[in-house]
């Protein structure tokens, strides 16, 4: 079993949409959750950072963790095309910065 | 441009040669990390340095790749007698210390 699973999609919405974006994880340690955007054959950019459970608003973009479940999300508000990307969520135990765990991306696409 | 600089962008290379790629961080982050990303999967961990410690190496870092990272400046990855199944995107990343780490734009080799 993966330390962390995220649905692969693809996902497909039409613009304006609110999108869900979904990962479980089953290590309790893990205490920092991040969120990256990946475009085609493009590094991973970070878009959210939170640190165990509650919520987290950046603009458009809302992280929450629910550490009791272990289940983390991203909601992405009146979606654009170009939302248009993998998301890939991260998570680490340590606050000095150690190894991120990912799971292996949603790919989501934001219809004109 | 101040952001993880890595180089060469693409690499081909004929099955059993050796390649090297480097990471330029960003000034002054003491943590540069290596991570390697095959299509429709998230990055995978191989190693990380602590200025020029190399603190930690994954089971995937098998004795043909080496890491360094001299001076605590760049580091270059080496794969030695290189294999199909090492094509993928190597990703270099970098922090100073917290959670959330920064990726450069990758090494995509291929291997024929």
């Known amino acids: 079993q993966k330390e962390v699973e995220q649905d692969p999609g693809p996902l497909s919405v039409p613009e304006g949409a609110i999108v869900s974006l979904n990962c479980t994880y089953s290590n309790s340690a893990f205490q920092y959750f991040m969120w990256y955007r990946q475009y085609s054959r493009k590094g991973p950019e970070l878009l959210m950072y939170?640190?165990?459970?509650g919520n987290k608003e950046d603009g458009r973009f809302t992280a929450q963790v629910d550490k009791s479940s272990k289940y983390i999300s991203l909601f992405i508000r009146d979606s654009q095309p170009s939302d248009s990307a993998t998301y890939l969520c991260a998570m680490t135990q340590e606050t000095s910065g150690s190894r991120l765990t990912f799971g292996e991306g949603t790919q989501l696409t934001v219809n004109p | 441009d101040t952001g993880v600089s890595q180089n060469p962008r693409h690499k081909i290379t004929k099955r059993g040669q050796n390649v090297t790629f480097r990471c330029d961080p960003i000034?002054?982050?003491?943590?540069l990390y290596w991570y390697r990303q095959t299509l429709g999967q998230g990055p995978e961990f191989l190693t990380y340095f602590q200025n020029e410690a190399q603190l930690e190496k994954s089971r995937l870092l098998s004795d043909r790749f080496s890491a360094e990272r001299p001076k605590g400046s760049f580091s270059t990855l080496e794969i030695q007698r290189t294999e199909q199944g090492d094509s993928a995107m190597y990703l270099c990343?970098?922090?100073?210390?917290?959670?959330?780490?920064?990726f450069g734009q990758g090494t995509r080799l291929t291997v024929v």
């Open positions: 000034s002054e982050h003491n943590r």
């Open positions: 939170t640190y165990s459970s």
């Open positions: 990343a970098s922090s100073i210390g917290q959670p959330e780490a920064f």
